[in-house]
């Protein structure tokens, strides 16, 4: 700018000093803003009587960027045109800056309505949040200022003065002191900065950084889902003879694929939505455009980044094929066909034809195990711990809530060890045994010496280990260490009162957890959480000296076996997790830290996942219905050839409630709310159904069961919640199944786990976290079978799962309007009963129009007249089916006719998207189902005048 090249003329000492941008007026023009020094200023203020200046100062040449800014507070009261009131806050400030000695060379001036304090210090750039944290602490500072220019000097303004002259003075003083004085011997009394802040005012700003780190060290995780990701069909466009321009957020084309002219600025959103500036004449052009499933022939949604593939539907048949050809290569397999299609079955089929292959099947849960041998597989189940195995059960659970192992510190000194049934399980292993996950992972012997290891219904949280202790557990520890080490103890001791009192600060949020990490090395989701060393002021010197006490005090020593460590820890320590944190921790692990949380206690925290240590020849088999290829390959430290075959589920009724009902927002209803829309749900239940498995949250389910009875008395009715029952096979006689909720798991629960699993990549932890609920729908519907065919599936919430395949139809019930009014799904009967009639029409002729439905007695409640008309009009039709002697049909919301045409659609997936216009519309555009060739057979059978101009495909 020209304004900063005619700065030429200037001495060495103001080079070497601080300069000022100003404006003489408020709204002067950027050209005219000028830079000045301190003594400049003043010779120029002699000249004007108005002068704005930026906070900010700036070093001469450059003059970019701030590096330097003014000490100054502009103070009003919340009714700023109030002056008593804006006197009343100003004594309030000065009281509380006394209090802690910062009123030394305070100038306070009088700005014509309130007032602005300020002092003759500067603070650098670095320490500026860490200031406006400090500064919004006090209601009565508007931080504003900083981000404009604010008014030194004008006939308006005066300086007391002395600073403590504000607690004699009242309105009428106020007004008389602003009065049009304009005192030009007050310039020379402003209080620009010439020095840096003394040690009162850093120690200020330091108390508000660690106070900013701490707020940033609330944990509060992104749960949106990942963006649909739209590919430009460019071979399509080729094809229709379409040139494109990427024009950054958009694509420009050539020519509106939609209505075939070039002359409207036809363009393609990154979303995938085409839009066409023809509103009168394009389909693209009316209702703000065409989404691409409407313009796009074969198009389907990408969602990336993903971790499930979206698989072509086959039939049971071909998936049990794919399944048994998989078994039987030899090759390490993941094996994700549709739950139910028979991974299990065929694999006991494998195993029984292998007698001499040593095998491990290891499962979820112990119900699991005992179906696996139940179908006749020559296995051994490996049980727990138990009262009925184990003479010393108790001393062995309570050793195990200690964090130690029971079989190092109890079983080598036990009477009954020769004798002992739960080890004897181990000695004596058959050919074929069945295990939990848990338990595959803490005996070291089932991962060697086999040749199979089969995994079935894989879930990494069997193999992921947190260990949780408190702050008493890490004290007693401390105790035990030289006391030169006690100060670090009171130094994390006193780093986490600070967090709990700014966590307490923070009620009303959603982000209620803060977190201290022990290494300043953190993934992407934790990047900002506060480092606890530095938080706590503990050096690097303390540190490591205290690693190496704590070392010789708490680490294995090289002549200790395993159980001789465990034995002597056993007998010094409380817990061994205790331990496990420290040593962590003073080895600046990422896997360590303190977890503070709003009405819990302190946690000091230690995750890792224990992948299982497999021998490299051995053979993987891992059958997942919901699979997930990254984490099984990362999990068991191998490439896994996948076999991914969806089945289509025959015959099977599938419904969509779309509502948003996760697990908060359904803790937050009522009963009668409940019951009012579960009843929605039952209603769409055919009338032959015998029994219903009723899926929901954890928290509401004796809720959910005590409606499911009321509602349905004559049914066979099992309510069970998600995350429960994965991989069972008892509700397979029932013949539907109602997912009341969507089941989303805690995304903070699974932030460790997808850190272990994932260490590199954030945004494959952020999609696999936000699979893991959806997976487990899919899991739970499948329970009852879907795959054998006859079955209804309804799902109440927001989110249907691409692996069942379209719904037939979606009813939305999410609220909209002021007033509270469902969209279709208020009169669930009405709403039905379309898409009944609109269907007979549409098999019998091949496409549907809004006309068409006013004569088969469908429409809105505004349309009531036209309903009347159409009504006397279809009494001599014998084209319409048997429907026009029925009640009308009255549907109560205005995109009541879209949706009804959606639910038509998805029975019909081949029908494209008709626009119809004329008088009976207003000659507005309505939209309709069908395509040309059907709409001018119908006309030409019934002698009706077909015009071209007044349809659009």
Known sequence: MKVWRRETALSASDKAGCFYVFKPALRTRKKNWQVRSARQIRSFLRKQRTIYLTPGMREYPTLKKPFRYWLILDVESEDHDNIEA???????????????????????????????????????????????????????????????????FSPETYVLDVASDIFRMDEDAYRYAVKNLNDTAQIDRLALPVRPLPAVWTNILKEAARTLQFSDSIISLDYTAPAVRFILPVSYLHEKGISFQDMGGYWKLSCCPACGRPDASPYVTKTGWLKCFHQNSCPAGISGGLPPAEWLPDWHEIVEPTTLSATLPTTLSNARTAIYNALRSQKNVLIGCTPGSGKTYHLIQYLAGLPDIKTVIAVDTKRLAKEIVKENLKAKILEGRSTTNCVKYEKAEHLARRGFSPSAILCPRCSEKENCPYHEQFKKLTPCVVCTHAMFNARTELQQNFKVYVFDESSAKSFFFKILCKTNDINSLFEGLPSKHEVIAKKINSCVEKAMEMLACTQGRKAVRMRLYTSADLPKEVKNCANLWQMAGVSEAEKQAALADISAAFGQRHFETYPQYQRRLEKRVKTFSSVRWMLAAFSNSNQAYIEIEERRAVRFVYFELRKPNLPNDARVIVLDGTHDQQEAEELFRRKLQVIEVGVELPACQKIHLQIGLGKIKSIGKNKKWHKKTFQKACQHLPVNVRSVLVLTHLKIQDTVREIAMELLKDKKIDVIHFFANRGLNKWSDFDSVIAYGTPMANQNSLLDLSIALFPEDAEKRKTWRLEVGKKDLVQNVHRIRPVNGNKTIIIVGNHWPQELGRPDYTVNLKRTHGKGQAMAGKHNKNFMEAVTRCSAFMELHGFITKEIGWLLGIGTVNEKDRLFFYKQKAGGLSWLPEVTDKAPVILHDRRAWLNVLEAVRQKFQDAPVLYASGRQYGHRKTKGLGTEKAVIQFYKKHGFKYEPQSWFW
């Not at 004594?91 to 800056?97: E, G, K, P, T």
């Not at 700005?111 to 002092?119: H, K, Q, Y």
């Open 86 to 152: 804006n006197i009343e806050a100003a004594r309030n400030l000065f009281s509380s800056l006394e209090a802690r000695m910062l009123t030394d060379e305070l100038q306070i001036t009088l700005t014509g309505r309130g007032f602005r304090f300020s002092w003759p210090y500067y603070f650098e750039a670095s320490a500026f949040r860490s200031f406006m944290a400090w500064a919004e602490t006090y209601r009565s500072i508007d931080t504003g200022i900083y981000s404009g220019f604010v008014k030194v």
